[in-house]
Nanobody
Framework: QMQLVESGGDLVQPGGSLRLSCTVS????????ITWFRQAPGKEREPVSC????????SYIDSMKNRLTISKDYAKSTVYLEMRDLRPEDTAVYFC????????????????WGQGTQVTVSS
């Protein structure tokens, strides 16, 4: 059974940076896609970025495409989401989710979820 644990969320000032971690256990990352989603207060959950089993990367939020990097460390079984130049509108709970092989933006296609980590961007 796949288990995912997020960490790295924090309170940061506008313009700051964060690196979120999603540590995966119970399975091998070689067979799974990992997507970061976020959910802001009062809004629907939305996909942020995905890295597939073959390391193909998809980013879903136009305003973030030049401000984030998703990466994978097989040795640590961890997927990272580095975010730069953070804005108040990036404030949300960030979740990582896993499914077999390929990325999709549809959250109902992901059977495995972490508990989320809070990112707050505020001065």
């Amino acid at each position: 059974q796949m288990q995912l644990v997020e960490s790295g969320g924090d309170l940061v000032q506008p313009g700051g940076s964060l690196r979120l971690s999603c540590t995966v256990s119970g399975v091998t990352l070689e067979k799974y896609a990992i997507t970061w989603f976020r959910q802001a207060p009062g809004k629907e959950r939305e996909p942020v970025s995905c890295i597939s089993y073959s390391n193909r990367i998809t980013s879903y939020i136009d305003s973030m495409k030049n401000r984030l990097t998703i990466s994978k460390d097989y040795a640590k079984s961890t997927v990272y989401l580095e975010m730069r130049d953070l804005r108040p509108e990036d404030t949300a709970v960030y979740f990582c989710a896993g499914k077999d092989y390929f990325c999709t933006k549809y959250d109902d296609q992901y059977p495995h979820w972490g508990q989320g980590t809070q990112v707050t961007v505020s001065s």
